[in-house]
């Protein structure tokens, strides 16, 4: 199993120091999330949550993900970087596309792409793109991301999207696997056609469920779990829960930032060195193992 440390909630200073803490422990990676803003006053609902709350003060941080990355894999050269998630139909494809290949090509090949469809429709507004086709939009979207990472000459004619025969580059130096987030029946379907499904971190009673259909997903989809990742976290993870989730296929366990149940919750710098030590410790990481 990979582990990924969540580096969301965190003041910007404190991520390098925390990231080289990741890779010495022997965390396979770190995650970001994405967001451009948090309104004063939230109107739509947070689902993930049972009380429907976004759980995050207004004074949390939210660092493009790609630059982050890009600057974190200085400060640590041996962690991969995913995002959890990106919000992909809030850009268009040629901006996200160029955005994630530079940084695939300044991490060494390190950025593996988690995908969501977004919940805060605020966003979309501002953004001016279609909240409500955004699943549709999206799917277009990373067909067209797929064919400008080739680095070769690509055209495409769809809903969204329609342009004549083009080449982006660069080309990242290895090819970026897809996750899709979300718990929809679309989602899952969406999961099952790329490179893994990509859960947030949820409480203990809800994953087994998730897990059965991301594989029943893909399943259908494509006859077979090979090659499939799936990436979950737990808010109560104890050794026996750890096994069993392998026992159901999970591939990669999401630790979740330093939050009580889903709520982010401000800790000091030494306390979170020393909780991800002991988590270290506690489910046996070692860079050795690092997956």
């Given at each position: 199993m990979?582990?990924?440390h969540?580096?969301?909630?965190?003041p910007?200073?404190?991520?390098?120091?925390?990231a080289?803490?990741?890779?010495?422990?022997g965390?396979?990676?770190?995650?970001l999330?994405?967001?451009w803003?948090?309104?004063?006053?939230q109107?739509?609902?947070?689902?993930i949550?049972?009380?429907?709350?976004?759980?995050?003060?207004d004074s949390?941080?939210?660092?493009?993900p790609?630059?982050q990355?890009t600057?974190l894999?200085r400060d640590?050269?041996?962690?991969?970087?995913?995002?959890t998630?990106?919000?992909?139909p809030?850009?268009?494809?040629?901006?996200?596309?160029?955005a994630i290949?530079t940084?695939?090509?300044?991490t060494?090949?390190?950025?593996?792409?988690?995908?969501?469809?977004?919940?805060q429709?605020?966003?979309f507004?501002?953004?001016?793109?279609?909240?409500h086709?955004?699943?549709?939009h999206a799917?277009?979207?990373l067909?067209?991301?797929?064919?400008?990472?080739?680095?070769?000459?690509?055209?495409?004619?769809g809903?969204f999207?329609?342009?004549?025969?083009?080449?982006?580059?660069?080309?990242?130096p290895?090819?970026?696997p897809i996750?899709?987030g979300?718990?929809s029946?679309?989602?899952?379907?969406?999961?099952?056609?790329?490179?893994?499904?990509?859960?947030?971190?949820?409480?203990?009673k809800?994953?087994?469920?998730?897990?059965?259909r991301?594989?029943?997903?893909?399943?259908e989809a494509?006859?077979?779990?090979?090659g499939?990742?799936l990436?979950?976290?737990c808010?109560?993870?104890?050794?026996?829960?750890m096994a069993?989730?392998?026992?159901?296929?999970?591939?990669d366990?999401?630790?979740?930032?330093?939050?009580?149940?889903?709520?982010?919750?401000?800790?000091?710098l030494?306390?979170?060195?020393?909780?991800?030590?002991a988590f270290?410790?506690?489910?046996?990481?070692?860079?050795?193992?690092?997956g």
């Amino acid at each position: 199993m990979r582990f990924w440390h969540g580096m969301g909630y965190t003041p910007i200073d404190e991520l390098p120091i925390l990231a080289r803490h990741a890779e010495a422990l022997g965390f396979f990676g770190v995650t970001l999330g994405d967001h451009w803003v948090t309104a004063e006053t939230q109107v739509d609902r947070y689902e993930i949550a049972e009380d429907g709350v976004a759980p995050w003060e207004d004074s949390v941080p939210w660092p493009d993900p790609w630059v982050q990355f890009t600057s974190l894999a200085r400060d640590a050269p041996h962690l991969h970087f995913l995002s959890t998630v990106y919000i992909l139909p809030l850009r268009d494809a040629f901006t996200a596309a160029k955005a994630i290949s530079t940084a695939a090509v300044l991490t060494g090949g390190r950025i593996h792409l988690g995908v969501g469809v977004g919940w805060q429709k605020l966003e979309f507004e501002l953004g001016g793109r279609p909240f409500h086709a955004r699943g549709r939009h999206a799917d277009e979207q990373l067909a067209v991301l797929r064919k400008l990472w080739t680095g070769e000459m690509v055209e495409h004619e769809g809903e969204f999207y329609s342009f004549p025969r083009v080449r982006m580059l660069p080309t990242p130096p290895a090819r970026i696997p897809i996750y899709i987030g979300g718990t929809s029946d679309a989602a899952f379907r969406r999961a099952a056609r790329h490179d893994g499904w990509e859960g947030a971190v949820y409480p203990w009673k809800e994953i087994e469920d998730y897990v059965a259909r991301a594989k029943a997903a893909r399943i259908e989809a494509r006859g077979t779990l090979d090659g499939f990742r799936l990436v979950v976290g737990c808010t109560e993870p104890t050794p026996e829960r750890m096994a069993q989730l392998r026992e159901w296929g999970v591939t990669d366990y999401l630790k979740p930032p330093w939050t009580e149940g889903l709520r982010a919750t401000p800790r000091t710098l030494d306390y979170k060195l020393d909780e991800m030590s002991a988590f270290a410790e506690t489910y046996g990481l070692s860079p050795q193992a690092r997956g």
